[in-house]
C-alpha cells in the first residue's frame, strides 16, 4: 500500500546536527513533490520545506533557512532532510507528506519521527 | 507569508449536529486551500482540496466551500469519530505553504 516512514529522529544537544529519512513505497516516487512539515507539542502544523519530482526546486520557510537541507534519491524512494545549527525551538514531530499532482493538498503523510533539541 | 486564521478556535457540539469551521486568508489563495482532521497521536489526514473536492475515502458529510480569502468546512451530522482537531492549509506560488492555527472541534 501507500506508504512513508520517517527515521531519524532522537535528542540531539542545540547547536547539534540531525538527518532525517523517508522511505516511500506502494507509489512511483519520482513522480511527486514531497515536503517535510513539522509540529511542535501541543502546537499546530508548520510546513518545512519542499523538493520538486526531479529535485530541481527547493524552498524553506524562513525559520529554517540556512540551516536546513532537504533531499532526495528517486533511485532508492527516499527523502532527507539534513537539520544543521538545532535550535530548541525546532523540537517538534516531522513528517513527510507526499503533495498531490493534481492539486496542492498532502494526501499521504508519515507518522513521523520525533526530534528533541535540549541540553 | 499568508497567514490563515481559523475560528473558533474551540467549538463544542453533540453528535448529530452540524459544525461550521472557518478558515480566513489574509490574501486571496484563489482556490488552494485544503482541510486536514488530525486526531490525537496521528498524522493529519487529506479531507478537502481545492476548497470544495473531498479526497479519496471522505464521506460525504464532509463539504468544503468559498473562494478568494473565506472558506468554510461543513459537517453535516458530526458522527463519534469526527471530534478531532481541523486544520486549513494554502499555497500560493513562490510563498511558503501555510497552516491555519488549527479548530478543535470537541464533544458537548
Known amino acids: 500500500q501507500v506508504q512513508l516512514v520517517e527515521s531519524g529522529g532522537g535528542l540531539v544537544k542545540p547547536g547539534g546536527s540531525l538527518r532525517l529519512s523517508c522511505a516511500a513505497s506502494g507509489f512511483t516516487f519520482s513522480d511527486y513533490y514531497m515536503s517535510w512539515i513539522r509540529q511542535a507539542p501541543g502546537k499546530g502544523l508548520e510546513w518545512v520545506s519542499y523538493?520538486?519530482?526531479?529535485?530541481?526546486?527547493?524552498n524553506y520557510a524562513d525559520s529554517v533557512k540556512g540551516r536546513f537541507t532537504i533531499s532526495r534519491d528517486n533511485a532508492k524512494n527516499s527523502l532527507y532532510l539534513q537539520m544543521n545549527s538545532l535550535r530548541a525551538e525546532d523540537t517538534a514531530v516531522y513528517y513527510c507528506?507526499?503533495?498531490?499532482?493534481?492539486?496542492?493538498?498532502?494526501?499521504?503523510w508519515g507518522q513521523g519521527t520525533m526530534v528533541t533539541v535540549s541540553s | 507569508e499568508i497567514v490563515l486564521t481559523q475560528s473558533p478556535a474551540t467549538l463544542s457540539l453533540s453528535p448529530g449536529e452540524r459544525a461550521t469551521l472557518s478558515c480566513r486568508a489574509s490574501q486571496s489563495v484563489s482556490s488552494y486551500l485544503a482541510w486536514y482532521q488530525q486526531k490525537p497521536g496521528q498524522a493529519p489526514r487529506l479531507l478537502i482540496y481545492?476548497?470544495?473536492n473531498r479526497a479519496t475515502g471522505i464521506p460525504a458529510r464532509f463539504s468544503g466551500s468559498g473562494s478568494g480569502t473565506d472558506f468554510t468546512l461543513t459537517i453535516s451530522s458530526l458522527e463519534p469519530e469526527d471530534f478531532a482537531v481541523y486544520y486549513c492549509?494554502?499555497?500560493?506560488?513562490?510563498?511558503?505553504?501555510?497552516f491555519g492555527q488549527g479548530t478543535k472541534l470537541e464533544i458537548k
Open positions: 507528506a507526499r503533495k498531490m499532482i493534481s492539486a496542492d493538498a498532502f494526501d499521504i
Open positions: 523538493i520538486s519530482s526531479s529535485s530541481s526546486y527547493t
Open positions: 492549509q494554502q499555497r500560493s506560488n513562490w510563498l511558503p505553504d501555510t
Open positions: 481545492d476548497a470544495s
